[in-house]
């Protein structure tokens, strides 16, 4: 039913407090960021089948605003999509468990994860295939929206029963209650540039575990360094704001190290490395590049030749190590529970992917501490985090390094007024 009248609202918001409902929203425009854009219309379908049409802003039916704050469990597709557009993304000081992220518990069980195009009526195809105009979801009828939704909830439904058991494993506790709520805040802060605000979209559903990070034609992932394409990324605060750039030291190197338990040193790992490599305390610049390339093909499987260095000898004996387990299991287990299942896996892949997924577990919490602890940071980028900081807040910046160093994971810090023209502090 479409909501007409308040009594009809009462209800259903009484119902959301009590009873699992699942959730379709429906943004205004077609293009927007869901963080630049607002609702048309919400739909609920709840397990006895009764499904209901909240118009928030479509002109087809009157206009109610409602409360999902005290719900029991709302299960939808896309967490962080409903967050941005109901504007109740609570940040990172309460996460909000009600939410269920329905794409990662069908991405956890490797299953496909649905489209909502893939269950447009014709109408809707149509229109969106002729017309690319602001504000495109008015122009199509509230009817064809409601058939949509009342087709894609029941299938939402019945992932949901099928995969419901996840809900209560580590792994997908990790990503719903803490890897969405960090990036949805990240993604909420927008990016200054020269031309206005732009924002990213975290996608969290990678064979890896590591985010990719796309948007309005900008691989915010993959910025590249040497063509000036970062100069346009400034502070939002003009001459009294500054980007801090924090990025680890060697962190994959570090990490496996953390995996082994094995002990290195705090300062520079690639030169404590090519010490051990030409056995000189002494090292050139071009033997320190020589070396970071040595480490770089032995870490990754590219090499056998380990030059007689222990920490490399035990990485060999660890990945042989994880192969043996995934061969025995079809899988392995990441710190927070996650299960590592790969097509066509050798040893060398088995090893990556537990190292990606490592790195963004490790990351995403201490990203997570900065964010409660002061919210600026603008970009997440595998081993780095940009922030965009007022001046008179840079003293802060020494805890933040603090924060991120935690369990022996070195950072460096750059500073400046754009992204392209970062300095070392």
Known sequence: MVITNLDDITKLTNRLQEETAYVYPVAVDAFLHPVQNKLSS????????????????????????????????LVTLHQKELRHLTNTF??????ATNVIDLATMVHLNNDVIPLYREFYTMGIHQIKNQFKFKNLHYSIPLTSWVETAEAFLQHCEHLYKRYESTELDPAFQYINQLTIPTLGNIEKSGIQTTDGLVYSDYNIYTSTGRPSNAFGGINFAALNKNDGSREKFVSRFGENGTLVQFDYEAFHLRLAGKLMDYYLPPTSLHKYLAQQYYGNLTITKEQYEESKARTFALMYGQSDDTGGVEFFQKIKG??????????????????????????????????????QLTE???????????????????????????????????????????????GGFPIRQYRGHNYNELNLI
């Open 42 to 73: 919400l739909h609920f379908r709840f397990d006895d089948g009764t499904f209901y049409t909240v118009s928030v802003n479509h002109p087809d039916a009157p206009h109610f605003e409602i409360d999902l704050s005290h719900a029991y469990k």
């Open 90 to 95: 609570d940040g990172i000081t309460s996460y």
């Open 318 to 355: 660890y990945s042989s190590k994880l192969w043996d387990e995934y061969c025995q299991n079809g899988f392995v287990l990441s710190g927070t529970g996650r299960k590592v299942i790969l097509t066509d896996p050798s040893k060398n892949k088995v090893f990556n992917y537990m190292m």
């Open 360 to 406: 963004t577990e490790e990351a995403i919490q201490r990203v997570n501490k900065v964010s409660q602890f002061l919210n600026r940071v603008i970009l997440y980028t595998y081993d780095a985090i940009l922030l965009d900081v007022p001046n008179n807040e840079l003293h802060l910046m020494d805890k933040v390094a603090e924060i991120l160093s935690e």
